[in-house]
């Protein structure tokens, strides 16, 4: 059995451990307000620059180049948020093998890794340090054109925010210029060549923006309730350990009086 030293030092490690979660909880909640704020305004725009292509009937062509973007963060403690993102991913690339995949963040990068490294082009880090911005998107969009990176249908994954204590994984899918050209539609639009291939780029980096602010508005809602259960189970914890030490202590107590009470009998 631990001696009453060891269960003492494990109460304090226990105690620290509850004063680090029980803070990290109450960032976590300062955080969801401003991320849930971002999120809508990310949403309304995402969904206003995607519905160009659902009115142009916009449809991947057979055969096309499939472009897949894990969007996570590089932080821990946020329950299975990355999970989501990784299991979701895979499942893509398992319905097209030759996929390539671009990850947002260090957490999917090492899940996927494991799993479907071959197919991973691009990656990048320091993405969920604070609330994703459109220029962050814009740069990703900007380093992928950069690379040579060419697809004609995108499909973005990400934690679609459901409600303060759910999400599930979802995808936004973005077109090539290409692809919107033969679009059944696209004879109403009068767009010129140099216009469709800015505006293309925008919706790419539009739908970025999207997928990133939500998936860190469901990771910020994650991370609290994450490290609300973790407090609860160090408190439970402390009260264990409290008791198991007040045992010992005095089981210690009442053996020095009976060795007390002993001694004086013998005399």
Known sequence: MATLREIQQRLRSVQNIEKIT??????????????QRNMDTA???????????????????????????????????????????SKATR??????????????????KAQLSRAVRSNITLSFNQIGKAVP????????????????????????????FLSAISYEADSITVYSDNAFKASPNFAVYEIEDDVLANLQEFNFANSIYWAMVEGHAAEMSAKRAAM??????????????????????????????????????AL
Do not use: W
């Open 228 to 265: 609300e259960n973790a407090t609860k189970n160090a408190g439970e914890m402390i009260t264990k350990l409290t008791m198991t030490y007040n045992r010992g202590r005095q089981a210690v107590i009442t053996n020095e009086l009976i060795d007390i009470i002993t001694g004086a009998s």
């Open 22 to 35: 029980k803070s990290m909880k109450m960032i976590a909640s300062t955080k969801v307000a401003k991320a």
């Open 43 to 85: 949403r309304a725009f995402g969904v206003a620059s995607n519905s160009l292509f659902q009115s142009a009937e916009t449809k991947a062509t057979d055969g096309g180049v499939e472009l897949i973007v894990a969007s996570s963060s590089d932080r821990g403690l946020c329950g299975g948020i990355h999970s989501s993102v």
């Open 91 to 108: 499942r893509a690339v398992e319905a097209n093998p030759e996929g390539r995949v671009v990850v947002l963040g260090d957490k999917p």
């Open 133 to 160: 911005t459109f220029t962050e998107a814009s740069s990703i969009v900007d380093v992928i054109k950069a690379d040579g990176i060419e697809f004609d249908s995108a499909k973005i994954v990400y934690n679609k």
